[in-house]
């Protein structure tokens, strides 16, 4: 009982931590990281064409953001918001430029 207490008390902890960052503490977005996991989860559906056509839907920063979360609950991965933030900016600078 007393291990199942701690055990909880640990994955708590860790939510609650993972919380503080999803809230403004975020650390500097590794855009480095943000290709990987572009390359390994979102070329599924569409390459990288889709950034760069000419009537591309994607208009501003915040707009991308929404598109990224958008495209990732759509096949079901679950990324921190630092994942998401490393995806949108390493997005950003290779091929959006706002
Ligand atoms: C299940 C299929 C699918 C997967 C996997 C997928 N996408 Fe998409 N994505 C789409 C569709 C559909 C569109 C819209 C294409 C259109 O409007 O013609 C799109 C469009 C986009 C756009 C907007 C392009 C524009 O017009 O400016 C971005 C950005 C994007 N996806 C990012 C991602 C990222 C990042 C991932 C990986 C997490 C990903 N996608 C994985 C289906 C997918």
Known sequence: ?????????????????????????ERAPDLANGEKLVSQNCTRCHDDSVYTRPNR???????LGKQVRFCKDTI???????????????????????
């Not at 291990?3 to 994955?11: D, H, N, S, V």
């Not at 079901?76 to 706002?98: A, M, P, Q, R, S």
Request: net charge negative.
């Open 1 to 25: 009982m007393k291990t199942l207490t701690l055990l909880i008390t640990l994955l708590l902890t860790g939510l609650s931590s993972n919380a503080a960052l999803a809230s403004g503490q």
């Open 57 to 63: 839907r994607v208009k501003t920063l915040p707009g």
């Open 76 to 98: 079901g991965i679950t990324w921190f918001d630092d994942e998401v933030n490393d995806v949108v900016y390493f997005l950003n600078d290779k091929y959006y430029h706002f």
